[in-house]
């Protein structure tokens, strides 16, 4: 083969592929569903199919402002909340704390010649908040203190100066069945001092579950407590940081879950009747690896984790390395901060850092747990009954009459009704939802946009 038939043969395979091409372009732009491109190749003349072509571009641009809304939306991760309704044959009855607004008895105080100024002392252990003691002393006297402070068992002098158990709850039943109130009541210091915690088990791992189920609707179904608050014992000088009151805070929640009593206690005086009506909402949460926020691992000195015993633990943790010791109410081994540490340490450190723990919790790690129980209590009160009764009530617990309305407190709580809500998270949207959907709009826009210049184009033609 000449040179001259190869290159005439070349630039016949050549001529035969633009047609071809041409003809899959015609093809194309005859029967694409992309109106635009559509009107621009059968436009009739240049400012025709400039026109179509500008819209084609104006539609390509809204598709990817569209695309990256759409994106912008799905990075934030947006989620559903689903509220259901259950009706269940039985609730787990939560944990019961009931904490004595009195933390050191009075006849305590005088049989072992302690002075109040050694009382107010002691007591700046529990208070993260500053007072003014420190103003009232001298030096000398501080170090009179600090020494008498170093001298003592700490812990033994808390449990012996504080009412115990047996004092303080008399009489305990549940649906009806009376059960020994302190032989599981669990003790646990708050910053009302030494409480009691009620209405718990713990697994041989060191769990802590409900020890009580509610399994019909009626106020007498679930835990019933007679108190005796001693009031004749509290003490009679103002103490910073405690309360004058007379009676005791009480505080519901999970077992696994530390006590929230000073900041979600409900206070009950003496000489009434109260009736706590528990309603439950349970909370189940996106996981931190799917999408969501929560977490779910265990915690030092708690096997289950919850988002209270998470702030404490992270507040010990702050606390710990600002100052080397710990508050008397935390968990833990470490050495436990004495007044002297409360005064010049915790209580100045407590002002500031302490207060972004509690407001930027998130940023310390403290997340929702992936499944949580939170409990909305309704308080109603009644004056005990008359003479008669009441002399019957105060024997059975060994009660004087005339001291019965200034210490007695019959507590009945139990559930409103065998029904609870889930509020439960779900995505909002998946990245194919997301696309599709900037698909749909694009194409809407375009068809839209398409359909409209083509009827304004033929009433135009049909005019001229």
């Known amino acids: 083969m000449t040179e001259k038939e190869s290159e005439k043969e070349e630039k016949g395979s050549s001529d035969e592929l ?7 372009n015609k093809d194309f732009l005859e029967t694409t569903t992309f109106h635009g491109l559509v009107m621009a190749y059968h436009a009739s003349n240049t400012p025709e199919k400039i026109f179509w072509i500008s819209a084609c571009t104006i539609g390509f641009g809204l598709l990817v402002s569209q695309i990256f809304l759409l994106l912008s939306r799905y990075s934030t991760h947006p989620i559903n909340t689903i509220v259901t309704r259950h009706y269940a044959d039985e609730l787990s009855f939560p944990a019961v704390t009931l904490c004595n607004f ?3 008895k009075a006849s305590y105080i005088a049989a072992n010649n302690i002075t109040e100024s050694q009382v107010r002392y002691f007591r700046e252990m529990f208070n993260v908040v500053p007072s003014y003691f420190k103003l009232n002393r001298s030096q000398a006297e501080v170090q009179q203190l600090d020494a008498w402070i170093d001298s003592l068992d700490i812990m033994q002098f808390v449990t012996d100066a504080a009412f115990t158990c047996e004092e303080t709850i008399r009489f305990c039943q549940f649906s009806g ?9 669990l003790p646990v210091l708050t910053g009302h001092g030494l409480c009691w915690t009620l209405g718990v088990r713990t697994h041989s791992n060191g769990t802590r579950y409900s020890r009580f189920a509610q399994y019909f609707q009626s106020s007498d179904a679930g835990l019933s407590a007679w108190v005796n608050v001693h009031s004749e014992d509290y003490t009679d000088f103002y103490i910073p ?5 007379q009676g005791i805070r009480i505080n519901f929640h999970l077992p696994h879950s530390p006590t929230t009593v000073d900041t979600d206690g409900y206070a009950v005086p003496p000489g009434v009747h109260t009736y706590a009506y528990l309603d439950v909402t349970k909370y189940i949460s996106l996981r931190s690896d799917n999408w969501g926020d929560c977490v779910n691992f265990p915690l030092p000195h708690y096997n289950v984790y919850s988002y209270e015993a998470c702030v404490n633990n992270i507040i010990a943790s702050e606390i710990w390395d600002q100052c080397h010791c710990r508050l008397i109410f935390q968990l833990g081994d470490t050495p436990t901060c004495k007044p002297k540490d409360m005064i010049t340490c915790v209580q100045p450190f407590a002002s500031d850092q302490l207060t972004d723990i509690s407001v930027q919790r998130e940023s310390y790690g403290c997340w929702n747990p992936c499944e949580d129980w939170k409990f909305q209590v309704t308080m109603s009160y009644s004056s005990l009954p008359k003479s008669r009764a009441l002399k019957f009530i105060a024997e059975t617990l060994n009660i004087t009459g005339e001291n019965a309305r200034e210490n007695l407190i019959l507590l009945d709580m139990s559930f409103k009704s065998l029904d609870f809500f889930t509020m439960q998270q779900q995505k909002a949207t998946t990245i194919t939802e997301t696309l599709r959907r900037s698909l749909y709009r694009s194409r809407r826009c375009e068809r839209f946009l398409a359909t409209d210049l083509q009827l304004h184009m033929i009433q135009q033609k049909t005019k001229s």
């Open 177 to 185: 069945e009376v059960f020994d109130c302190c032989a599981e009541a």
């Open 102 to 104: 009195n933390s050191f």
């Open 241 to 245: 940081g405690s309360t004058q009151d």
């Open 18 to 24: 633009e047609v071809i091409n041409h003809e899959l």
